[in-house]
């Protein structure tokens, strides 16, 4: 069975990484999640796209990004974007936004193939399980 051998996630607010894809899970995988917008009238949303442990997404290896624009201006959390990513058994993961009011989508598609090494995995591993027995 092949798994998936980093966490894949996206950047939040904040500078965050919300994983939604973790590491070790079976592939193909598919996983949706319901964002919504941060501030009063955005417009567009970037999806930007990482792979690897850390909570902050600038710590993860950034793998691309798309962009949803078109969005109703509203007050902030009140526009939902529905974020999918889907790895097929190729290794090629499938980014989808989708704009749940208007049903506008973009996408993408990543190759997952190479990435960080060992050696830059179990540091990030260190640096993660440090954090948590600081908490």
């Not at 990484?17 to 941060?38: G, S």
């Not at 704009?99 to 190479?114: K, P, Q, Y």
């Amino acid at each position: 069975m092949d798994v998936t051998p980093y966490s894949l996630g996206i950047e939040m607010a904040g500078g965050f990484c919300q994983h939604l894809i973790r590491r070790n899970a079976p592939i193909p995988a598919e996983q949706t999640r319901v964002f919504t917008t941060a501030k009063d009238d955005q417009t567009s949303v970037r999806v930007s796209v990482c792979q690897g442990e850390e909570r902050l997404f600038a710590d993860n290896q950034q793998l691309g990004e798309i962009e949803l624009s078109e969005l109703r201006p509203a007050p902030r959390g009140e526009v939902k974007v529905e974020v999918a990513f889907s790895i097929n058994a190729d290794g090629t993961l499938e980014v989808r936004a989708k704009d749940e009011d208007t049903g506008r989508v973009e996408s993408a598609h990543i190759n997952l193939l190479g990435g960080a090494d060992d050696a830059e995995l179990d540091a990030m591993r260190a640096r993660q399980e440090a954090l948590m027995e600081r908490a």
